[in-house]
């Protein structure tokens, strides 16, 4: 069974930036579907970026601002983000999708999740 264990959160003022990383064990993850969500407090769970073997994909809210990317050697996927806002605080979830090859934007689809980390923007 794949074990993602996320790193990299913390707390950051507004503009600022931080790097996630998502450690895969278990299984090898290369060219499997794999994404970041984020939770804020009292609202539901998001997409933020997801990662396959052809393509990457964004929620409009972080395009431009945000990038994922994996390094197969190391069977880790990361998450740099630049330029933070308030609004990006929460705590933010790495997942993989074992089912099909194509990134998807629906959290129902993916099959393992990591413990979280909090990433939060002070103004």
């Known amino acids: 069974q794949v074990q993602l264990v996320e790193s990299g959160g913390g707390l950051v003022q507004a503009g600022g930036s931080l790097r996630l990383s998502c450690k895969a064990s278990g299984r090898t993850v290369s060219n499997l579907p794999m994404g970041w969500f984020r939770q804020a407090p009292g609202k539901e769970r998001e997409f933020v970026a997801g990662i396959d073997y052809m393509e990457s994909r964004y929620a409009d809210s972080v395009k431009g601002r945000f990038t994922i990317s994996r390094d197969n050697a190391k069977n880790t996927v990361s998450l740099q983000m630049n330029s933070l806002k308030p609004e990006d605080t929460a705590v933010y979830y790495c997942?993989?999708?074992?089912?099909?090859?194509?990134?998807?934007?629906?959290?129902?689809?993916?099959?393992?999740w990591g413990q979280g980390t909090q990433v939060t923007v002070s103004a």
């Open positions: 997942a993989l999708k074992s089912r099909g090859m194509s990134v998807a934007v629906s959290d129902v689809q993916y099959d393992d």
